[in-house]
């Protein structure tokens, strides 16, 4: 028997791996999609390693770089305008002071391309060849245009550049998103700024045989490589600690102390720092972070193609193998375990070693997937049962209370619960007539058919069948499930059943005419009854009022009528005649109600202007200017035809009104004294 459980056991298990293995195909398929596919490649970088760089935070630059800033407060010094180019003498008086300072390569992030004044030119010419370690900057300007595609090549004036060490290539690659992650060491022929000042200081050429883009390994925020202003790099000894450029890469260009937009100043752009608070970084910085790169023997390592498949794979094999043995909820814990693995293997790694591993796609799409892709399996090899039991109660209960029941079982007991909802009692004008000229299977069937109508209608705008009681339908909706347009949805409902019934009879239902009462407001839901049998219900005094509304249809022979209470909670898209304040039976306070006649923009069965000429005729009435309303509602009735309930319930009421005197009193509310 030991040995058939231990086998069984296995069988046990190898059919769970092989479940495991097919379930990671999808969530291991979608990640690879998801991170190969075009559109959505450039989300590792756009937000995994940008989120990477700020979680990792600043880190120390090293000492061998250092930024001179041609800056506002250089110009403000110098007593220079801002507005003109910085003179040449300027920059030659720099690079000779460099060099007197110990700075083994100087490089510029400027374009040296037009000649300007002679004798400042000749004296920069004199101070690169003196020198013999700057790097001037050029470049390839480019214009793309639907008619035609230039591109022109800029270098320094010859002199300038016969005299430089090198020119090198100022240019940086930007990403899809406009972000600089990436830098080319060589483009085509030419050094970058930064790998020229490398070659210049070290004499070491290895990397001109690399290819392609590397990742730059950034430092932190703007100015974090040591920055000093060109007015205090002109007079080191003043403003600068002693031996402040020795033995330094010296990188010269724009550099004020923020950039907020690109847009701010030229030559800033975005790096993975960027954002918030933090400006953007100017290009000479960057240029400085990408030498110092090469000084430290850095760069942001991205996984091989192969390598990430495999990862990606392995992940969703393991995730696929934990959540198959896990219940939903215990595997929601899990998945959040293995989303904090990710971006902590993630964080280790780009900390520890500048390898970039996918976060993004595992955190967001690939865990989840696969999570997802079990609870189906889930709900396919054990909810089934379940199912069963749905499928026993569907013939009793909405769809609604079945769901709520099969979610929480302990709910089938005593009680309930106050909730804010809306009510809906419907019944049949003139059904009795209707139904002596019937026999007994003759009226059984019209009710089928038009209590089917009735109930789809509910369960379409997602409301909950309280009961039937006799031709009456008496409907909720705003519980079990929360439902916030509650008011909405049950005058959706209501109009749906008005309108049900304007078909021509036909069958086993004859013309039949349904009447609507609506109200919003406190009630009391749940499993109501004895401990022998209980039902699902809804009681209180918005229940009552409900039914009240419905039976003031038959006195103003309407069709569908609301409270103001629930109009107040629709999103007014409906719609309405206001009928005045009533107060009906068993109620002290009065209410104003509405006679629901479509939704906006669909037309109704009111004349031009009725419903404006309805409600000043109220106003005239509730002023007891009696003479004037019967004007008004006299006029309504003309403008729909001769025939109007609400306009004739008013001149009746009017007429009777004038009978006897007024209480002194008497505020405009209409009472009615039956049900």
Same mark, same amino acid.
């Given at each position: 028997?030991?040995?058939?459980e ?10 769970t791996v092989?479940?495991a293995l097919?379930?990671a195909?999808?969530?291991?398929l979608l990640?690879l ?5 075009p ?5 590792e970088?756009?937000?995994?390693l940008?989120f990477?760089?700020?979680?990792r ?7 061998? @770089? *250092?930024? /001179?800033a ?5 110009y403000?010094e110098?007593?220079?305008?801002p =507005?003109?180019?910085?003179? #040449?003498?300027?920059h ?7 060099k ?9 992030d400027?374009l040296?391309d037009m000649p300007?004044d002679?004798?400042?030119d000749?004296?920069?010419e ?6 013999g370690n700057?790097?001037?900057g050029a470049t390839?300007?480019r214009?793309d245009?639907?008619?035609f595609r230039q591109?022109r ?8 550049a016969?005299a430089?060490?090198? @020119? *090198?290539? /100022?240019?940086?690659p930007l ?7 990436e830098?080319? =060491?060589?483009?085509?022929? #030419?050094p ?8 210049v200081a070290?004499g ?18 703007p100015?974090t490589i040591q920055t ?11 403003y ?13 260009g724009?550099s004020q ?6 847009a ?14 933090v ?12 030498a ?12 091989p193609?192969t390598l990430e498949?495999a990862?990606?794979?392995g992940?969703?094999l ?5 959540f198959?043995y ?5 595997g ?7 989303e ?7 964080y280790a790694?780009?900390?520890r070693?500048?390898?970039?591993l996918?976060v ?6 690939l865990?989840?997937?696969a999570y997802?892709t079990?609870?189906?399996?889930y709900?396919?090899?054990?909810v089934r049962e379940r ?7 569907s013939?009793y209960l ?13 709910s ?14 419907t019944d049949?004008?003139?059904f009795t007539?209707?139904?002596?000229g019937?026999g ?6 019209m ?6 109508g ?15 009681i006799g ?14 347009d509650?008011?909405t949805?049950a005058?959706?409902a209501a109009?749906a059943?008005?309108?049900l019934?304007?078909?021509?009879g036909g069958g086993?239902?004859p013309?039949?005419?349904?009447r ?7 009630m ?7 401990s022998?049998r209980f039902?699902y ?9 409900a039914?009240r509304?419905?039976a003031t249809n038959k006195f103003?022979?309407t069709?569908?009528v ?14 309405v ?18 006679e629901l006649?479509g939704a ?16 000043g005729?109220l106003?005239?009435f ?5 003479d004037v309303?019967?004007v ?5 009735r003309?403008?729909?035809g ?9 001149l ?5 009104l004038r009978?006897?005197p ?14």
């Amino acid at each position: 028997m030991a040995l058939d459980e231990r086998t069984a056991a296995r069988a046990h298990a190898r059919g769970t791996v092989r479940v495991a293995l097919a379930l990671a195909l999808v969530p291991g398929l979608l990640g690879l999609a998801v991170a190969w596919w075009p559109p959505t490649a450039g989300l590792e970088q756009r937000y995994g390693l940008d989120f990477l760089f700020k979680l990792r935070g600043r880190r120390p630059a090293p000492q061998g @770089v *250092a930024v /001179v800033a041609i800056d506002d407060a250089s110009y403000i010094e110098r007593g220079l305008d801002p =507005l003109e180019p910085l003179p #040449r003498e300027l920059h030659g008086e720099l690079v000779r002071v460099l060099k007197r300072e110990g700075a083994r390569a100087v490089a510029f992030d400027f374009l040296f391309d037009m000649p300007r004044d002679p004798a400042q030119d000749a004296q920069f010419e004199l101070a690169l060849f003196e020198a013999g370690n700057v790097v001037l900057g050029a470049t390839v300007e480019r214009i793309d245009d639907p008619r035609f595609r230039q591109a022109r090549i800029v270098d320094p004036i010859p002199p300038l550049a016969g005299a430089a060490a090198a @020119v *090198a290539e /100022v240019e940086l690659p930007l990403d899809d998103d406009g972000v600089i992650r990436e830098m080319w =060491l060589v483009l085509g022929d #030419r050094p970058s700024l930064a790998l020229a000042a490398y070659e210049v200081a070290t004499g070491d050429r290895s990397f001109r045989s690399e290819s392609g883009t590397r990742g730059i390994d950034y430092y932190g925020p703007p100015r974090t490589i040591q920055t000093v202003s060109l007015y205090q790099a002109l007079d080191p000894a003043q403003y600068l600690p002693a031996g402040f450029f020795r033995d330094k890469l010296v990188f010269v260009g724009a550099s004020q102390v923020a950039a907020v937009h690109a847009a701010d100043v030229k030559d800033s752009f975005p790096t993975p720092f960027s954002g918030g608070a933090v400006g953007f970084t100017y290009g000479v910085e960057i240029h400085a972070s990408i030498a110092a790169n090469l000084l430290e023997g850095r760069r942001v390592e991205i996984l091989p193609v192969t390598l990430e498949a495999a990862l990606l794979l392995g992940l969703a094999l393991l995730a696929s193998w934990c959540f198959v043995y896990l219940r939903p909820l215990v595997g929601v814990a899990v998945l959040v375990a293995l989303e904090l693995g990710v971006w902590t293997a993630g964080y280790a790694a780009f900390s520890r070693a500048q390898l970039a591993l996918p976060v993004v796609v595992p955190s967001l799409v690939l865990l989840p997937a696969a999570y997802v892709t079990s609870l189906i399996w889930y709900y396919l090899t054990t909810v089934r049962e379940r199912e069963k039991i749905r499928r026993a109660f569907s013939f009793y209960l909405s769809p609604e209370m079945i769901r709520k029941i099969a979610e929480d079982p302990d709910s089938l007991s005593l009680g309930g619960e106050e909730i804010v909802g809306t009510a809906v009692f419907t019944d049949i004008r003139g059904f009795t007539s209707i139904a002596e000229g019937m026999g007994a299977r003759e009226t059984a069937s019209m009710l089928n058919e038009y209590f089917s109508g009735i109930t789809q209608t509910i369960f379409d705008t997602g409301g909950t069948l309280i009961k039937y009681i006799g031709d009456a339908v008496f409907a909720i909706w705003g519980a079990p499930l929360r439902m916030p347009d509650h008011a909405t949805q049950a005058c959706r409902a209501a109009l749906a059943m008005a309108r049900l019934q304007q078909a021509p009879g036909g069958g086993a239902v004859p013309q039949l005419v349904t009447r609507i009462g609506v109200h919003t407001g406190s009630m009391l839901v749940g499993n109501l009854g004895s401990s022998q049998r209980f039902d699902y219900t809804a009681i209180g005094d918005t229940i009552n009022l409900a039914a009240r509304l419905e039976a003031t249809n038959k006195f103003l022979g309407t069709r569908a009528v609301v409270s103001g209470e629930t109009l107040t909670e629709t999103d007014g898209s409906f719609v309405v005649r206001p009928l005045g304040r009533f107060r009906v039976v068993g109620r002290a306070e009065p209410v104003a109600i509405h006679e629901l006649l479509g939704a906006k923009g669909e037309a109704t069965h009111l004349g031009p202007g009725a419903i404006e000429r309805f409600e000043g005729a109220l106003l005239e009435f509730a002023a007891r200017r009696f003479d004037v309303a019967v004007v008004g509602f006299e006029a309504v009735r003309a403008a729909c035809g001769g025939a109007d309930g609400p306009s004739d319930f008013y001149l009746a009421t009017i007429e009777r009104l004038r009978r006897a005197p007024l209480p002194p009193d008497w505020d405009g509310v209409v009472v009615l004294e039956f049900k």
